[in-house]
């Protein structure tokens, strides 16, 4: 079965897998507000579909994705189309339901969610892929965390490691995060696509009140220990951070620009580190 109602994203279900799959390869899968909307419906369909027991997320492409759209010719005609409020509060507004707010739904779905990562998965990349319960990765996958909005990365990583990566600014590649516990698998990139729905298909069969019990226990042990309390005000910070970047003492020249140049410095200080 598929769903031909979306635009930026695919929607198909087979063997009682839903498979969402970002579908802008153009850009990197970047994620333009068409796409997290479209993302968010597609979760709920998987999630309300009882002929669904198991989600798959992945991307299309080379790049499981860049990160946040920041001005592709689509995401500017959706802007003017329907404009955002203006100034910190529409900021405030904007990106805890377009940015937090859904992510956390994906998170509590009531059923498994898998996620297949290859190349980048940078900034909000991170972000979506964080939102599952289990996270796959091809052998040439590249993460790049940052005090996003869905501020995962303390319960991701040790807050240690957490820390000394957003102070550093560096890409951990698809091993370290295995062994930093993001990701769960490793696979060669033309075998990840076909391992991870071989396992999902797996696991659907399985009894799914029981995965679901069995999620919600796991969930609950993080919510005991604040979860969500922490994002909610993690994502507080992460306003008050992005409103300095237009500070006159801001070490980030053009807060519109694209991040290019930021992900090219954690690029290289991701070969520094690896060097003896």
């Known amino acids: 079965m598929s769903d031909q109602g979306f635009e930026t ?14 579908n802008r390869p153009r850009y990197r899968n970047a994620q333009s507000r068409v796409m997290l909307e479209e993302l968010d419906r597609a979760f709920a369909l998987a999630d309300q579909d009882p002929d669904v027991n198991v989600i798959v997320l992945s991307g299309a492409g080379d790049h499981f994705s860049a990160g946040h759209d920041l001005g592709t010719e689509e995401e500017r005609a959706d802007r ?18 377009q940015f937090y707010a859904n992510t956390l739904r994906w998170r509590n779905v009531s059923k498994p969610t898998v996620c297949a990562v290859q190349g980048y998965c ?5 972000m979506i892929a964080s939102a599952c319960d289990c996270i796959f990765a091809a052998d040439d996958a590249m993460f790049l965390g940052s005090h996003f909005q869905y ?3 303390p319960w991701d990583l040790h807050p240690r490691k957490a820390k000394e990566l957003l102070f ?3 890409f951990i590649d698809a091993r370290e995060a295995m062994d930093l516990g993001l990701v769960n698998r490793v696979y060669p990139s033309d075998e990840l ?6 396992w999902a298909t797996q696991v659907a069969q399985n009894d799914p009140f029981l995965m679901r019990m069995s999620k919600l226990a796991v969930n609950h042990a993080e919510e005991t220990q604040g979860f969500t309390a922490h994002t909610t005000a993690a994502h ?11 500070d006159p003492d801001s070490y980030i020249g053009d807060p ?7 992900v090219q410095v954690a690029m290289d200080n991701y070969h520094r580190a690896r060097k003896p």
């Open 9 to 22: 994203i695919l929607y198909t279900v087979a063997e009682k897998v839903a498979h969402i799959r970002t």
């Open 256 to 262: 519109n620009a694209r991040r290019r140049p930021m």
């Open 193 to 198: 696509l076909e391992k991870t729905l071989a």
């Open 122 to 126: 940078i900034f909000g990349g991170w």
């Open 151 to 153: 501020f995962a990365l």
């Open 80 to 97: 003017a189309q329907r404009p955002w409020r203006e100034g910190i509060r529409g900021w405030y507004e904007r990106t805890y339901e």
């Open 168 to 170: 550093e600014s560096r």
């Open 236 to 246: 507080a910070y992460y306003t008050l951070a992005r409103m300095g970047e237009y």
